[in-house]
């Protein structure tokens, strides 16, 4: 009880753009980074079928990779290949490559 009021017990708390889960890891704000990069991914490659190949990266650098180089900074005793999945899709969105091309 926090002045009279009944706390509610949660997994996940968003403080400060920072997601803390009940173990203090920082899974929960690698899959919302995800989300994110998915999301700019997906606009990539519309931006790619109506623009060149400049305007596509000039949205990855802007949304993408700021993101990911922000979070690996911070980040970087965890788990991170969904982050570099998602990050190599929408490089293959600018190209227009297959996932398998850039093994």
Do not use: G
Not at 18 to 36: E, F
Not at 78 to 83: A, F, K, P, R
């Amino acid at each position: 009880m926090v002045q009279n009021k009944i706390l509610n017990i949660v997994d996940t708390t968003l403080f400060f753009a920072l997601t803390l889960d009940v173990k203090l890891r920082w899974n929960s704000r690698i899959l919302r980074l995800a989300k994110r990069l998915s999301s700019a991914a997906h606009a990539m490659k519309r931006m790619r079928r109506l623009n060149d190949e400049t305007a596509a990266r000039q949205v990855y650098f802007s949304s993408c990779q700021s993101l990911v180089t922000y979070r690996l900074f911070w980040d970087h005793e965890v788990d991170i290949n969904i982050i570099f999945m998602v990050q190599k899709r929408a490089v293959c969105a600018i190209y227009v490559l297959r996932p398998m091309a850039l093994l």
